[in-house]
């Protein structure tokens, strides 16, 4: 057992100590197809410019997308200006004479009079922005909300747990508090 592990090591520093060699040409050509139809599988297909149908003049905004394996399963928020957002599924009627098309994880596309037209997620869209646009609201800092939020969760917290401490003292399952400061102060 001792030669065959002086032999295995000796065999893992030749490797180790061996320059590296890299070489031009790929292993194996065919496994870069299988890899990509696998990835577009995941991620959606790779899309060229030339692919692109232009981008469309309704005034649409892309707030999210469901791609589905079946694309005709697929889905989109959008919404128009001056109405509420909506989820659309493939091939339903966004207003008249606009159908959503397809779904892609960045973009949709539309049929508008038998033309396709693409409408792609606002580049400089913030949640700020789309909280200004969907309501009429006093701009308000996410921080500040979080903590409004933890402030009024600590709130109800207390009002429930003084309600259960009242229940149990009411079945006489938990002390009084009178007995309970009188006996740390006994012990104390």
Known sequence: ????????????????????TVSNNSANP????????????????????????????LRLTLLGSFVHANPK?????????????QR???????????????VAADRVELIRNGRRESLAFAL???????LKNSAPQAAVDPVEQLSEMQSDDLS????????????????TLLPDAATSTEQTTENN
């Open 1 to 20: 057992m001792s030669v065959s592990l002086a032999w295995q090591s000796a065999d893992w520093l030749r490797l180790l100590r061996a320059p590296v």
């Open 30 to 57: 065919s496994a870069v197809p299988a890899q990509s139809a696998e990835i577009s599988q995941l991620f959606g297909n790779n899309v060229t410019n030339n692919d692109l149908a232009p981008s469309t003049t």
């Open 73 to 85: 399963r697929s889905s989109a928020i959008i919404r128009s200006e001056g109405s509420p957002a």
């Open 88 to 102: 659309y599924s493939v091939d339903s009627e966004i207003s008249n004479g606009v159908r959503l098309h397809s």
């Open 124 to 130: 400089n869209s913030s949640p700020a922005s789309t």
């Open 156 to 171: 109800q917290l207390r009002e429930r747990m003084d309600a259960l401490r009242q229940q149990m003292q009411d079945s």
